[in-house]
């Protein structure tokens, strides 16, 4: 007898999809206003993890991250294991969020900038979003293929550069 095959848990539904990216495009607009231009030595480290547009990204210094308020994404991101009220940073499109606690850590800044790149190369906010939260949903937030990856390049240091931590 064969077992049941398994059946894929939607990623979410049309009415999260639809609020967790229009709170995406909301903390995206803020901190692309708000948010400082990457110094000389963030934006080698950005090339260097694959930042086709350094001159793009944005840091905006915040004492804890946000999330959606709609269940739908609470319930997901529980499941998967993502907390991002416990997270060091966050990356929406070229927004950088960093969190006060993690001002000057250079692997945080480089795990956020590959999450940039990795947002040119889906094309918008949209699809990186869809891709990322089917990836942790399927593979829990510590396992997701674009969190393995983006993991990969926090410690890989090529260059020598200090900036100040007031720079973040």
Request: proline share 7%; aromatic share 6%; glycine share 6%.
């Amino acid at each position: 007898m064969n077992p049941a095959p398994k059946t894929r848990t939607p990623v979410a539904s049309p009415y999260a999809m639809s609020a967790t990216l229009a709170w995406a495009m909301s903390v995206n607009a803020a901190a692309l206003a708000q948010g400082k231009p990457l110094s000389l030595c963030q934006a080698a480290d950005a090339l260097e993890v694959g930042v086709l547009r350094p001159d793009a990204v944005r840091i905006l210094r915040v004492p804890k991250l946000s999330q959606p308020d709609c269940p739908h994404f609470r319930s997901m991101a529980t499941q998967s294991g993502l907390d991002l009220g416990g997270s060091a940073g966050m990356a929406l499109g070229y927004a950088v969020l960093i969190c006060h606690s993690a001002l000057g850590d250079r692997r945080v800044l480089r795990h956020e900038l590959r999450h940039v790149a990795q947002f040119e190369q889906s094309g918008d906010l949209s699809r990186f979003l869809d891709l990322y939260l089917a990836q942790i949903v399927e593979h829990g937030y510590r396992d997701a293929p674009l969190e393995v990856d983006a993991h990969r390049y926090e410690g890989r240091l090529a260059n020598v550069c200090i900036d100040s931590p007031s720079s973040l």
